[in-house]
Nanobody, 121 residues
Framework: QVQLVESGGGLVQAGGSLRLSCAAS????????MGWYRQAPGKQREWVAT???????NYADSVRGRFTISRDNDKNTVYLQMNSLKPEDTAVYYC???????????????WGQGTQVTVSS
């Protein structure tokens, strides 16, 4: 089994910054993509950003230029630096990792428990 543990959420004023972390642990042979999603109250979960094992990054249009995803492969950890936060960024942020647990197994998606980010106006 694989566990993803997020940290770094909280309350911040509009224009402020937060940094989220997500550490993967457990039975890990290697990790392909790692990314972040978010879900605001009454809305569907939406994709925010992804970091591939090869170092490529992709962002949703709503956060491009304000958020930066990075990754430490030695620590199996992904980060999300969030700058110029807006009230509409308020949501529960979830970490996702595409993990292969054994050399002979396929990849499987795992999710963290979520961390609340609240941006006040």
């Amino acid at each position: 089994q694989v566990q993803l543990v997020e940290s770094g959420g909280g309350l911040v004023q509009a224009g402020g910054s937060l940094r989220l972390s997500c550490a993967a642990s457990g039975s890990i042979f290697n990790i392909n993509g790692m990314g972040w999603y978010r879900q605001a109250p009454g809305k569907q979960r939406e994709w925010v950003a992804t970091s591939t094992s090869g170092g490529s990054t992709n962002y949703a249009d709503s956060v491009r230029g304000r958020f930066t995803i990075s990754r430490d492969n030695d620590k199996n950890t992904v980060y999300l630096q969030m700058n110029s936060l807006k009230p509409e960024d308020t949501a529960v942020y979830y970490c996702n990792a595409n993990v292969r647990e054994r050399s002979w197994s396929g990849y499987r998606d795992y999710w963290g428990q979520g961390t609340q980010v609240t941006v006040s106006s």
